[in-house]
T-cell receptor, first 113, second 117 residues
Framework: GENVEQHPSTLSVQEGDSAVIKCTYSDSASNYFPWYKQELGKRPQLIIDIRSNVGEKKDQRIAVTLNKTAKHFSLHITETQPEDSAVYFCAASKGGGSYIPTFGRGTSLIVHP | DVKVTQSSRYLVKRTGEKVFLECVQDMDHENMFWYRQDPGLGLRLIYFSYDVKMKEKGDIPEGYSVSREKKERFSLILESASTNQTSMYLC????????????????FGSGTRLTVV
């Protein structure tokens, strides 16, 4: 089955810096890669996703890149703000409604003011 | 606009008790899931369901069962609660989708923090 590794487990940055979280996956058939943000005491929420037919997707200060050959994808947050502090989870699945995503173990991002 | 509702935010139960965790979604999603979340271990899938009255084991089903009698409701049952089942439990739902029509992302509930003493 699919295996998703996520690094780092903890990331501490200063406000305004960039943050990068990296994930690797094992199943070359995976083609859908969502990212979830979970603020303290709240539910995980989908913040951005990418399908395997594109290499990069941006939404304001966040972007996701995908390297299918190397089987890794990354979340990039620019101009970090304290409200970006949260646990971020990556996931990989074969897409389609019936496939179950495999999650990474999460990255705790701390943005210091 | 809460779309996935878990009945309890916090629960404290005694060892050996039978525990029911309830989850209701109002998005007419076919798929529903139960995860437990533990520090350093991420989200681990316990059970999921593609449709009413059907269920599939996830990665860690031991000690749990589920029930899906109606499309909108998915219940997680701890047959005999043990201290190692102390955890945060997250319910999620997802549209089945067809072909390449998005989205395929989950909508999560707010979680139930269960403590077994």
């Amino acid at each position: 089955g699919e295996n998703v590794e996520q690094h780092p487990s903890t990331l501490s940055v200063q406000e305004g810096d960039s943050a990068v979280i990296k994930c690797t996956y094992s199943d070359s058939a995976s083609n859908y890669f969502p990212w979830y943000k979970q603020e303290l005491g709240k539910r995980p929420q989908l913040i951005i996703d990418i399908r395997s037919n594109v290499g990069e997707k941006k939404d304001q200060r966040i972007a996701v890149t995908l390297n299918k050959t190397a089987k890794h994808f990354s979340l990039h947050i620019t101009e970090t703000q304290p409200e970006d502090s949260a646990v971020y989870f990556c996931a990989a699945s074969k897409g389609g409604g019936s496939y179950i995503p495999t999650f990474g173990r999460g990255t705790s991002l701390i943005v210091h003011p | 606009d809460v779309k996935v509702t878990q009945s309890s935010r916090y629960l404290v139960k005694r060892t050996g008790e039978k525990v029911f965790l309830e989850c209701v979604q109002d998005m007419d999603h076919e798929n529903m899931f139960w995860y437990r979340q533990d520090p350093g271990l991420g989200l681990r899938l316990i059970y999921f369901s593609y449709d009413v009255k059907m269920k599939e084991k996830g990665d860690i089903p031991e000690g749990y069962s589920v029930s899906r009698e109606k499309k909108e409701r998915f219940s997680l049952i701890l047959e005999s609660a043990s201290t190692n089942q102390t955890s945060m439990y997250l319910c999620a739902s997802k549209s089945h989708g067809q072909g390449v029509r998005p989205p395929y992302g989950y909508t999560f509930g707010s979680g139930t923090r269960l403590t077994v003493v």
